[in-house]
C-alpha cells in the first residue's frame, strides 16, 4: 500500500520499500530546496565584498611594502578612514606625528588619524570627499570603489580626476 508524503509541493505516493521515481522525486525537491536558499544567499555574500567598509592595508608605491592599515567606516551614508596600525622599518620612528599637516592635524599622531573623510555613494563609486597624505600634509579630492578583483581603487587628485594618481589598497584581515 503506498504511503502519502507531503514535501513542498505536489502530493505523491512512495513505498516503504521505496518507488525509486519518487525516491528521485523526493532528492530532487531537497536539492531544489538547498539550491534556492544558496541562490538567494550568494548576492548578500557578494555586496559583503563589494563595499568599501571594512579594513584595509595601505601599500608604499615605491617599496611596494605594507605602509598601514586603514579601518573604513560608513555613518550615514559617509565613509571615513583612520590609520589603525603603522609599519614601520627598524630605525623609522615608531609614533610618527604629522609634522607638515595644516590646522588641527599639525604635529599629531599618525597613529588614530582620520585620513579619509565624506565619501558619498554613487553608484559603484564612493566620490565627493577627501583624502590626506600624512607624509607631505597635503589634502587631496578622492573617490574610491572596489575592483573586481576585491582590492580598494583609491585615486587622489587635485581639480580634475584625471589629473592625480591611484593607489590600491588589500583588503586586510579584521
Known amino acids: 500500500m503506498p504511503w502519502p508524503v507531503q514535501y513542498g509541493g505536489p ?13 528521485r522525486y523526493a532528492r530532487g525537491m531537497k536539492l531544489a ?19 568599501p567598509v571594512g ?8 617599496t611596494h611594502r605594507p605602509k598601514a592599515i586603514v579601518e573604513i567606516s560608513e555613518q550615514n551614508g559617509v565613509l571615513s578612514g583612520k590609520i589603525v596600525k ?38 559603484d563609486v564612493w566620490d565627493g570627499g577627501e583624502i590626506l597624505d600624512p607624509e607631505n600634509g597635503k589634502t ?18 587635485i581639480g580634475l580626476s584625471l589629473l592625480g594618481r591611484t593607489q590600491v589598497w588589500e583588503r586586510a584581515a579584521p
Not at 502530493?11 to 525516491?23: D, H, I, K, T, W
Not at 627598524?90 to 599637516?101: L, T, V
Open 86 to 123: 603603522l609599519f614601520r622599518n627598524p630605525g623609522e620612528d615608531p609614533a610618527p606625528r604629522c609634522k607638515e599637516c595644516q590646522g588641527e592635524r599639525h604635529d599629531q599622531p599618525v597613529l588614530g588619524m582620520t585620513i579619509l573623510w565624506d565619501l558619498h555613494h554613487d553608484g
Open 55 to 62: 579594513t584595509w592595508k595601505t601599500i608604499d608605491d615605491d
Open 33 to 51: 530546496t538547498i539550491f534556492a536558499a544558496v541562490s538567494l544567499l550568494i548576492p548578500i555574500a557578494a555586496a559583503a565584498e563589494t563595499s
Open 140 to 157: 587631496y579630492r578622492c573617490k574610491v570603489r572596489v575592483g573586481d578583483d576585491g582590492n580598494l581603487e583609491v585615486r587622489g587628485f
Open 11 to 23: 502530493r505523491f505516493f512512495c513505498r516503504v520499500a521505496g518507488n525509486s521515481a519518487s525516491l
